[in-house]
Each structure stands twice: as C-alpha cells, then as structure tokens.
C-alpha cells in the first residue's frame, strides 16, 4: 500500500483527538454501573431498540466491511451490493421474526450456550473454540489493516499506530463492558455516516452523476471483454459465470451468498447476535435487526459506490486520481476510500473522513472482543475450567479476557503480516464455520427430531466437506496452497468470491444431510426440554405483529433496490 | 447515560471544528460542494444535527 499520501493539519488532528476523548470518555462514565459479570459480558440485558439496532449494524464495521466492500465495489462492480440486498438484509429480517424468540427467550448467555440447552455440551464446544479462534483472527485483522492504513497514508510509525488502537479499544471495553462496546458501536456509525456521505457525494459530482459514472463504467466493461452493464447492472449479467466480473451465476449468488453464507453469519455468529440479546426486551430483541436492516439497505450507496467511482476515475486514461498499482502490476483496489479521501477532501473534512475509517476498524475490533470475553468466560472458563465461583470472580475473567483478547488480537495482527491473502482467507474461515452452523441452527430451531448427535457430527461433516470442497478446487491464476487445491485441483473458479460461494454451499448442504440422517438414527431429546427452544414447541410472541409487518416492508424495501439495480 | 446526549454533543464539537475549518482552510477547486465550502457546510449540517440530538435528550429528561 503506497503511493497515496494524506497530509493531515491542526484541525484535523483535533477532530481525530476529540473522538478518542469521547470514546474513553464513555467507558469512564460507564464503568460505575458495572456491579457484575452479566453487567460487564451481557449489559445487563437493558439496551433499548434503537441503540440495540445501531449497534447489530456497527459491529460488522470493521476493515473488511468498510475498506473491503469498497474494493469489491471497484473490482467487481454493483454486484457487490447483494451482499446487503441479497444476502444481509433478509437474513437480518430472518433472524429478528423467526430467531430472535428463541436466543433471548431461551434466556442463554451465548449463542454457544443455546447450542448446549438444545443439543449438549460436545456441540457447545465445538462451536465456542472455533469461535473464539475466528473472533481473535478477525480483530487482529481489524487491526493489521488500521496499522497499515496509518503507516502507509499519513506516515505514522506501524507498531505505534496499532499499539495506539489497541490501547484505545482495551481501556474502553476494559472499563465498561459490553455496554461501553455498543455505546460506542452507536457513536461510530454517526462518524462513519457523517464522514462517507459527503464524500460519495462530491466524488459522484466529480464523475458527471450516476448517468456519468454508468457511461465510464460500461467502457471499462468493455475494455475488460465484458458487456457494457458489467459493472452496473446486478443481476442481468448472472447468466453466466463468463458474463460478470464476480464470476458467478444466479444460481451460485442466491445459494452460496444470499441463503448460506449471509444467513450462516447474521443468523449465528455471536459477535452480532449479542447486540440483540442485550437489548431489553423480547420485542427490542426482535426488532434489534430490523432496525439495523433499514440503514444496512443503504450502505451500498456509502461503501461500494466510492470503489465503483474508483474504478470509473482509474479506467478513465486522462484522470489524475487513480487506484495505485501493486506490484504485480494489478491495481490496489483496497485504497478505493483512501484514494477519494485525498483527491476530494479538503483538511478539515480529511479529519472527519479519517476518523471514520478509523471508527470502524475499532468497531469492528471491540465487537469481536467483547464476544471473545463473553464466550471465553461463559462457555470455556465457568464449563470447564473452573465452574462454581462466586460471581465477582466470573467478572474479574471477563475482563482479564478483554485483555487477553486485545493481546491476541496484537499478535494476530502480526501473524496476518505473513499473508498477502488474509482477507480471503478470513472470508474461507466463515464459509467453514458458519455455513455448517447455519444448518445446525436452521434444523435444531424448526425441526424437534434433531438429535444431539445429528447435530454434533452434521456440523464436523459439515466443516470437512468444506475442507475436501477447498482441497479439490482452486481459483483461476491462483497457486495450489491457501487458495485451495492441495488434496488435488480438481475443479477451477473464475474468482475466490466464487470458490467461497461454493465452499459454502457444500458445507451447508453435507451438514443439512447428514444432521437430518444421524437424527433420524438417534434418539432426540425429549419434547418438555425443549420448550422455548424449537419453533412448534414454542408459544408464539403475541401483541408484536408489528415486527413482522415491519420485517415484510423491509423485504419490499430490498426487492424494489434489487429491481431498480437489475 | 443519555447516549443521545454523547452522540450530540460529538456531532456538535466535530461540526465546530469543521467550521472553524471552513473559515481557516482554503477550498480548492474540487472541494466544493454545490458552489458551497464543503468544510462550512458539512460543519454547519453537523452542528445542527448535534443541536437537535442534545435539545431531544434534555427535552425528554
């Protein structure tokens, strides 16, 4: 990452040292109403709806979704946004209508812990280790890419930059808890609005308008052998893998994405659902991602249209502002936000837009940490290693655990140096973990026949079939290795987006089948236990018919998005 | 905590400064927004937004 860099002034560096004092600020205010460990892991279950919504949203902020849905944007075009219109926004729907009754009415701590009251221990577990690694992995990420960031467009020392980070996310996290977690996650995605709204505004001016930047983005299609609506058309060209630059069809997009990957992650990856199940009440938990989903429609117009612009400005012979160059001599689509940061901000809003990138990387990190303690503390230390302690100790783990989790998180961050790949392996580890999960989920919630055992060895299939399906496939120009390939490259993929897809989709589809058969061969639990746990056991929530009809216009929301960017 | 009060109080100080900017920093050509000085405008929207979120939390109080 070079050839882009920013010189910040006095004032910017004012904006940037007065989000910081708010920032510690609120984990000092918040750390008197800690009096326990479900304070600090769990808020106390007393967020109302709307912080809880803002929150569900934030803590998906980190590195990948921000600098990295922009770089989608520039590499793949408009067909990154199904990851909101396809795949998050329904899924979020899904979890909040249908899910949610049974996390927040199963009164578990964690989603590993709701694991163990509908199935058993051996599938809690499973679950919380393979969590706890993926949460470190992703805030050491997190923070590998802010301490690239600083290093690279302002100058700053690497080891300073993430050292500064981690400080900052540890005292506040540290000091409030959970609470100072989502207080926080709010705070940033303000900053995150307020810092990238104006900058796709102007720099869309800069193109000539969305008219402007269709006609500059159909002669890059057409310079790269595609049809003119490659970049800007979402569905129209998923005749074919050949027809779009994502190299998938519908089929691979709707499956792979839209139900297994996006469903797999929002439905059950702790780190998000924890933001519902602080809130409140039941109705606030229901509506926590629904909330969320309003705004998650729009972000496509802040993070994946500033790659597109990109794209279109880097594409264009005669522009100043273009994408530098790695140096394989591919361009660096990962400075998509940077670039127009430095080509359209004057100093002042250059503060403002820095923060917000920064805003989110710490998002995206503490969120990870606080599900790390939580899961730590609840379903590895209080299960296995020393159950049975007076509360005060379970709070003092929790937050010996946030620190833990910062170190880790550190040394991932230095580990994630050794990959030039990180990002893409990252997005393989969900389609391991949370594609099987998703299955687990989808069958323990909807179907009382699954057995302990059905599900225990259907998310253990599940993972493996992810394994073969990556050891046997690789992704065109890519090396046999942590791409893929090194059973035997037996299959090949136009982009690693596509492999993902497909991995996950076979990971869903062996841990489905073989739940469902070693379900029917063994022996469920019996239906008095799983009251509050499986949907036709369940009395349905009454005096909420809101939420569904909410959720309904929601979907109607994404519909009409997905027609009008056909 | 009242974390539409933080959440004002933020948007109103980061507006400050922005206005602040909009009077000390010299738009270039490409910086403006509309005609507008971007600095000055996005700083006066912020402040109101601040405003409106730290007279809701003690409207309410």
Redesign the interface.
Known sequence: MDSIRIEL?Y?DY??LL??FA?VLG?GY??RKQISGSEDYLLSGRSIPAW?AGLAFLSANLGAQEVMGMAASGAKYGIATSHFYWVGAVPAMVFVGVFMMPFYYGSRARSVPEYLKLRFDEKTRVFNAITFAGMTVLSSGISLYAMGLLLSSLLGWNFDLSIALAAVIVLAYVFLGGLTSAI?NE??QF??IV?GFF?LV??AL??VGGWDGLVKRLELAAVAKSYVPGAYTQAWAQMSSPAANPMGIEWFGMAMGLGFVLSFGYWCTDFLVVQRAMAADSMKAARRTPLIAAVPKMLFPFLVILPGMIALALTSDTGSLVRLPAKPDGTYNYDLSIPLLLQ???????L??GL?ALLASFMSGMAGNVTAFNTVWTYDIYQSYIRPGQPDTHYLRVGKLATVFGILASWLAAYAAMSFNNIMDFLQLIFAFVNAPLFATFLLGMFWARTSAHGAFFGLVSGTAAAAAHHGLSLPAGAAVGIKGGWLQAMTSYPSEMAQNFWTAIYAWTACFAVTIVVSLFTKPKPAAELRGLVYSLTPKPEGDAGTAWLGAAILAGAAVLNVIFW | ?D?RN??G???L??GL??I???F?????W??D??GLN??LA??IV?ALTGSFFVLNSRRKR
């Open positions: 002034g004032l004012a904006i007065t989000y708010f609120i205010l918040l912080i207080y709010v705070l303000f900053l307020a104006p505004i102007v001016r800069q080509a359209y901000f004057p100093s002042g809003m503060g403002l923060t | 905590m974390l933080v959440i109080l933020l948007l100080a980061i400064l922005l602040i900017a909009g000390t920093v010299t738009p270039r490409n910086t927004l509309f971007l600095n996005w700083g912020l």
